[in-house]
C-alpha cells in the first residue's frame, strides 16, 4: 500500500480500503504489485462492488459533470487534459513498495487473531468442564470415590448418595484443589 501508483490514487480521493482490497487482491492472484496508477485506477474502477465509481469519475473529471466540488481538483477541463499519470506519479514521494515481510506481517496478524478465538474457547470449554453438573454455579470441587468423578460442588456433593455421571454407590467424598 505503499507505492506510488498507490499514493496517487489514494490522493485522488478513492476509498482507501476499496484501494487496499485491489492491491492485496491482485497481489494474491499474480504476486505482483502496481506500479501502474492508470492499470490500477482502471482495476479499481472495474470493481463490480464498487461504491466510489461516482467519486472517483468526479475526481478524474472524466465525465462532463462540472460541479463546484470538482473544482477544487481541477481548475479547468483543459488542464486536467494535459496532465498525466506519469505526472502525477513524479508528483508524489517516491515510497518502498509492499514487502514480504509485510505480507507476512499481515498472515501473522491473522493466525494470531485466530490463535486468540481457539484459546478463549479452549478457556470457556475449561470453565465449563470445572463446573459443578448439578447446581451449574460453583466450581466443581468434590471427587467422588471409588469411581473418581469430579463434578460437583461442596454443597450439592453432600446431598447425593450415587455419582451423577455413572450411577454407582459413593463410599466417599474428597475435596479437590486443582492448580
Known sequence: MDSNAVSTVLELGLDEDLVQKVVWRDFLNSQTYFTDTE??????????NTQNT????????????????????TSSGND?????FSELERETNPT???TSSTLLTA??????????????EKYRQLMEERQC???????????FVPCGHLV???DCSSQLKQC???????????????I
Open 80 to 84: 486536467r487534459d494535459s496532465t498525466t
Open 54 to 73: 461516482h467519486l472517483a469519475t468526479d475526481t478524474l473529471n472524466v465525465g462532463t459533470d462540472t460541479d463546484s466540488e470538482n473544482d477544487s481538483y
Open 107 to 120: 498472515k501473522e496478524s491473522a493466525a494470531t487473531v485466530e490463535n486468540d478465538q481457539t484459546l478463549a
Open 133 to 143: 453438573k448439578i447446581c451449574m454455579e460453583a466450581e466443581a470441587r468434590m471427587t
Open 96 to 98: 518502498p513498495n509492499l
Open 164 to 178: 451423577p455421571i455413572c450411577r454407582s454407590d459413593i463410599e466417599k467424598v474428597v475435596k479437590t484443589f486443582l
Open 152 to 154: 460437583s460442588c461442596e
Open 39 to 48: 492499470l490500477l485506477l482502471n482495476t479499481i474502477l472495474d470493481e463490480p
